[in-house]
């Protein structure tokens, strides 16, 4: 599956009137899907809608459930049912967008975050899997315009970095050997009267990715489609900018995890600074480059990268530190990259080592 856009889950803007016992249904069969049990919990909605068979909370499960159980094109129908049922609602066409951007179908994904977005104007998970989606059909038009004219290095440059910075290079590299389902979040049960609109909560992407075809350049993979948690929806802080203090992320502990912040800060510095030397003084002696390619090759490279545009800005939100030994930790934050030439928002894994007292980035994974 891709990498890219989110699905919304059961916070679900779907506020509905339910006796107390068919919300403790639905949390039942809720957590039969978040324990694996796929086919007895799809058997138990089954049974509920035979009761409630308008219930959009208990449709929108069923969804989820059938796209954990690779179901797509059984799920495409219970969300587009639901879609005409409820076009008050935002989630379910969202979750049609993930279905559809999972089959490479980008431009019925666009056009369902499209009417997503005119439901619900303030839904930034929408907003952010429009971008995805729009990088994606970008990728695909530059390299329709190599295929005609391959001398334009204009969309040679872009194709390149859209492909590093939403993770073309590294997903073709680690594509897993099967593909997996979209990642559901959990049902929340429903209260309230009227159906109506509530603000989702934007769930954090998970990696997973099909191998797409390669142009001139790399071409970018889409990212896994990005889904909302069904619980209470806790805002989203983004960290400040790569030259603001850092703060302490989650995940490490004490000096060290300030270390391995500071440092990932000061490598994003260096690249939005076009200072290449200093950027690649960040990378460990025996770094795997994304490729397999040689040292020399992929500095060479990079720095063509570093210096194409005229300017550069990182941001580097929600960094999340995980320290697995004295010298071995690694970093997964979301990366927010803007140039002239591209903008671009994915989740980046550094994985880093200690030498000589200093964090290097031993290797780079996109997820």
Do not use: C
């Not at 994606?136 to 390299?143: H, N, V």
């Not at 490598?267 to 770094?287: P, Q």
Request: net charge positive; glycine share 6%.
């Amino acid at each position: 599956m891709h990498s890219f856009i989110r699905r919304t889950a059961l916070s679900l803007s779907l506020i509905l009137a339910t006796a107390v016992v068919h919300a403790d249904e639905l949390q039942d069969i809720t957590r039969m899907m978040r324990q694996g049990q796929l086919p007895q919990s799809l058997e138990r909605v089954d049974k509920y809608l035979a009761g409630k068979p308008r219930d959009a909370q208990g449709r929108f499960l069923k969804g989820l459930i059938l796209t954990e159980m690779n179901r797509a094109s059984e799920a495409i129908q219970v969300f587009s049912k639901l879609s005409e049922d409820y076009p008050e609602l935002p989630e379910p066409y969202n979750n049609l967008a993930v279905l559809y951007a999972s089959q490479g179908q980008y431009e019925k994904a666009r056009i369902a975050l499209e009417s997503s977005i005119r439901t619900h104007p303030s839904y930034a998970t929408a907003h952010e899997n429009l971008g995805d989606i729009y990088a994606k059909l970008a990728s695909q038009a530059y390299d329709k315009a190599l295929q005609l004219d391959s001398s334009n290095t204009g969309a040679k440059t872009k194709l390149a970095m859209i492909g590093e910075l939403i993770g073309g290079e590294t997903r073709a590299a680690r594509a897993p050997a099967r593909t997996e389902p979209v990642k559901t979040a959990e049902a929340a049960p429903a209260k309230a009267a009227e159906p109506k609109a509530a603000e989702p909560k934007a769930a954090e992407p998970k990696a997973a990715e099909p191998k797409a075809a390669e142009p001139k350049a790399a071409e970018p993979k889409a990212a896994e489609p990005k889904v909302a948690e069904p619980k209470v929806a806790e805002p989203k802080v983004a960290e400040p900018k790569v030259a603001e203090p850092a703060t302490k992320a989650r995940g490490g502990s004490g000096a060290e995890t300030d270390e391995l912040i500071k440092t990932v800060r000061a490598w994003a510095s260096a690249w939005a600074g076009k200072d290449v030397a200093g950027y690649l003084e960040h990378y460990a002696k025996d770094f795997k480059t994304p490729k397999g390619e040689s040292r020399d090759d992929w500095e060479k490279l990079r720095t063509r990268r570093i210096s194409a545009p005229k300017k550069i800005e990182i941001d580097i939100e929600s960094p999340k530190v995980s320290i697995s030994g004295d010298n071995a930790a690694s970093v997964t934050f979301r990366q927010v990259y803007s140039s002239d030439i591209v903008k671009a928002t994915g989740t980046k894994t550094l994985v880093m080592v200690k030498s000589n007292g200093k964090w290097l980035i031993h290797e780079e994974r996109v997820n």
